[in-house]
């Protein structure tokens, strides 16, 4: 991307790039929220499952249909995909009588890209082609860099960088939080299609006040819930469920900027429990203590040189 | 120094033997068979999918390739680092060996990524991710195959006469040597330090801080038996004379590497309190006990006199080792990793051949090098043990 470059050839001038070279010392910290992180807030006691987000999103994207059956007579897939950039996906328990319950019950629940607020697909890429946007946190694809390595693939916490296998000259297919459309002073399609108010936009704050809020009242109770965003006049009143007293997204592997609220347990939503310091940040760590500024690897080198030198020498002239 | 015999001469001899015609046809079908993947996409050729996107190719072709490639690693070491060059004339054969590995291992890095034709961007300046483990790997694995190839220039000076480019050569020799230490020591660990980053999807067998480490240390152990196991071929295969004290020697250094792993390895388990998860995961318990007997087995065979100086017991170590380092990889990167619900992968035909291809190519190579290219000792000529080997190893004798 020619911003990126741009930037390089900046900080190349200035000198900064060399200072960029070595990390720190002491073990590196998750990434902080940016200034003006967007943020989502999935609803799954909300979410009727009438997939209207699905289809908002390939269109908004321009993807194409894609069907388990032989003769695909509408969007079917089942999983995120090289075609499919969110997904809603049922969990049912024995009878699923009751929705938002864990036992007999059933929950829906809507993936796709977390936006972390410290990204693994961002620490792992050998060439940048995944990008946190510094200021809003969305994170972006860039294809004309990705060389297909499938390192964010196999590295994602959440399993949502997805690989086109069927596209012979593939990429990588992920939720890029309708970047194009936030850039327009729209919403995310999905949010946009909502009718439930199940998914919401705002920024993360917000978000993560509106979900605390919710925690905080009485099951049973009636709640005027929000559509689209909080300051949307379209509510509606509905009764308060019994919801996980958690929000995800919070501080799962150092918080991520779509959070979501549950009935049932988060782990029956593919949702897994992750500790709060990021794998990124335990791997940077690592990364950058071995590899501090090259001290340690030109060291060893010199040192090297110094003895294969003498040795040789030495063994040459025997 | 005076002219003497030539250390290391051409064995000659007939090519086209019913072996090499036989292995060449098999890395015909994997030419074929790649042609295929480059046309019709990974999706078609291999089995992978989004819950295993690494598979054979990754982790046999890519991270065990390239720790099989350790042996002219290890014996730069043991020859300009610690001087002992009492193994001189193991030097050459491992080096093909080596040099074989990595230039695969970089060929089959080419054939895995899904953008190909991108590749180039790994180098663009203002694509650099200095945290990536990717980025680190790829740009070693590349540059030490580079040192491989300077380093056999030696070889190559011989065979057609051009003695006069020795003695610069080996002028620049102890640069070549220092960086083919440090490159293998950085990409080796980083293979290993890969998986870090995927976090909770790793079981706690093998998903540790120390698991850089554990690669390289590992990777040094199969250094040690790649060459045991070369030489065991070359007896075998072309009718070498066995130079069984050399092995048990390389046996009594590599033991030290390899007992030092074990602690490591265990200690880590313990400290983590992880051994556990033997029992959580069937198919991962049993996968952990297979990869550790194969590294146990050997160290007792080595640590044992006598059983270190029978030959057949020491090429059987040298086979455990060499699948002791192998099953660790396929363990570190697909039996402990867990996908997303309902994701299979078993690896397809064509990712098989391809495979087998890329071995056969290194047998094949191997083969016709060491028959017209100064590789090996001359046949007739005998050192005896302890006696004063000739001055190179790498280094051109002038």
Redesign the interface.
Same mark, same amino acid.
């Given at each position: 991307m020619s911003i990126?470059?741009r930037?390089?050839?900046k900080a190349?001038v200035t000198g900064s790039a060399v200072a960029?070279?070595p990390?720190p010392a002491e073990a590196r910290p998750n990434l902080e929220v940016p200034p003006n992180a967007v943020g989502m807030l999935y609803d799954a006691t909300l979410c009727i499952g009438c997939k209207a987000c699905m289809v908002g999103c390939k269109e908004a994207n321009d993807m194409p249909v894609e069907s388990a059956d032989i003769s695909p007579i509408w969007d079917t897939p089942?999983?995120?995909?090289?075609k499919t950039k969110n997904i809603i996906k049922v969990y049912t328990d024995g009878t699923a009588e009751v929705k938002d319950r864990e036992t007999d019950g059933f929950s829906f629940v809507k993936r796709h890209c977390m936006h972390c607020v410290d990204p693994?697909c961002?620490?792992?890429?050998?060439?940048?082609?995944m990008r946190k946007d510094p200021d809003t946190g969305v994170v972006t694809y860039h294809?004309?860099?990705?060389?297909?390595?499938?390192?964010c693939?196999?590295?994602c916490?959440y399993?949502i960088p997805?690989?086109?296998?069927?596209?012979?000259?593939?990429?990588i297919n992920k939720c890029e939080f309708c970047n194009h459309l936030l850039a327009e002073g729209k919403l995310p399609a999905c949010v946009d299609r909502c009718p439930t108010g199940a998914s919401l936009f705002g920024t993360r704050e917000e978000m993560l006040e509106e979900a605390h809020r919710r925690l905080a009242l009485e099951p049973g109770d009636t709640y005027d819930y929000p559509r689209n965003t909080l300051d949307d006049p379209n509510r509606h009143e509905a009764v308060v469920p019994h919801y996980v007293n958690k929000v995800y997204g919070e501080t799962q592997?150092g918080g991520t900027q779509v959070m979501v609220l549950a009935g049932v347990p988060f782990g029956k939503l593919?949702l897994?429990e992750?500790?709060e310091r990021s794998?990124?940040s335990?791997?940077?760590t690592?990364?950058?203590t071995?590899?501090k500024g090259l001290i340690a690897?030109l060291a060893?080198?010199g040192g090297?040189?110094f003895?294969?030198?003498r040795?040789?020498e030495?063994?040459?002239?025997? | 120094?005076k002219r003497q015999r030539p250390a290391t001469e051409p064995m000659g001899g007939n090519i086209l033997t019913r072996p090499f015609v036989f292995l060449s046809l098999l890395v015909l079908i994997a030419v074929g068979l790649l042609l295929f993947r480059f #046309?019709?996409?990974?999706?078609?050729a291999t089995n992978?999918?989004?819950?295993y996107?690494?598979g054979l190719w990754v982790v046999l072709d890519i991270h065990i390739t390239a720790a099989i490639g350790c042996g002219a690693y290890v014996l730069a070491v043991i020859m300009?680092?610690a001087?002992n060059?009492e193994f001189h004339t193991l030097l050459r054969p491992a080096l093909i060996g080596s040099t074989f590995a990595y230039t695969l291992a970089n060929l089959a890095a080419f054939v895995?990524?899904?953008?190909?034709?991108?590749?180039y961007?790994?180098m663009?300046?203002?694509?650099?991710?200095?945290?990536? #483990?990717?980025?680190?790997i790829?740009i070693c694995m590349f540059l030490y195959m580079i040192v491989l190839w300077m380093e056999l220039v030696p070889p190559v000076l011989e065979k057609f006469g051009w003695e006069r480019f020795h003695k610069p050569y080996?002028k620049v020799?102890?640069?070549i040597?220092?960086?083919g230490?440090?490159l293998p020591?950085?990409h080796q660990?980083g293979l290993g330090?890969?998986i #870090?980053?995927?976090?909770?999807?790793i079981s706690p067998l093998w998903q540790t801080?120390w698991i850089?480490f554990l690669f390289l240390m590992s990777a040094i152990v199969m250094g040690f038996a790649i060459v045991l196991f070369e030489g065991a071929l070359t007896v075998l295969g072309l009718g070498r004379r066995l130079e069984l004290h050399l092995y048990r020697r390389l046996a009594k250094l590599g033991r030290w590497v390899l007992a030092s792993y074990l602690v490591v390895r265990f200690a880590d388990l313990a400290y983590r309190d992880a051994l556990g998860g033997i029992m959580q995961n069937p198919v991962q318990g049993v996968m952990f006990c297979i990869e550790n007997m194969l590294f146990l087995l050997p160290l007792l065979i080595m640590l044992h006199p006598r059983w270190r100086g029978n030959a057949r017991l020491l090429f059987f170590s040298a086979i455990c080792l060499v699948l002791a380092g192998a099953v660790l990889r396929f363990n570190a990167l697909i039996i402990g990793?867990t996908?997303?619900?309902?994701y299979v992968y078993f690896p397809s035909v064509i990712e098989i051949l391809v495979s087998v291809g890329l071995l056969a190519v290194e047998v094949v190579g191997f083969t016709y090098i060491v028959k017209r290219f100064p590789i090996l000792p001359p046949r007739k000529k005998t050192i005896a043990p302890g006696s004063?080997p000739p001055?190179s190893?790498l280094?051109s004798h002038v």
């Open positions: 990126k470059r930037d390089f050839l190349a960029a070279l990390g089942l999983d995120t995909s090289g693994g961002i620490s792992v890429c050998p060439v940048t082609a294809e004309e860099a990705c060389i297909g390595c499938r390192y693939v196999w590295a916490p399993n997805k690989w086109d296998f069927e596209d012979a000259f593939g990429k592997g593919d897994p992750i500790a794998f990124a335990v791997s940077e690592i990364q950058h071995v590899y690897p060893l080198l090297l040189m003895i294969s030198r040795n040789i030495k063994g040459g002239t025997e | 120094m #046309v019709y996409g990974l999706g078609a992978l999918n989004n819950g996107p690494w300009y680092i001087n060059r895995d990524i899904g953008r190909w034709w991108n590749f961007q790994i663009l300046p203002w694509n650099i991710n200095l945290n990536s #483990v990717m980025f680190e790829a080996n020799l102890f640069i040597v220092a960086l230490i440090v020591t950085m660990s330090a890969l #870090v980053v995927a976090g909770e999807k801080p850089g990793y996908p997303s619900a309902g004063a001055a190893g280094a």
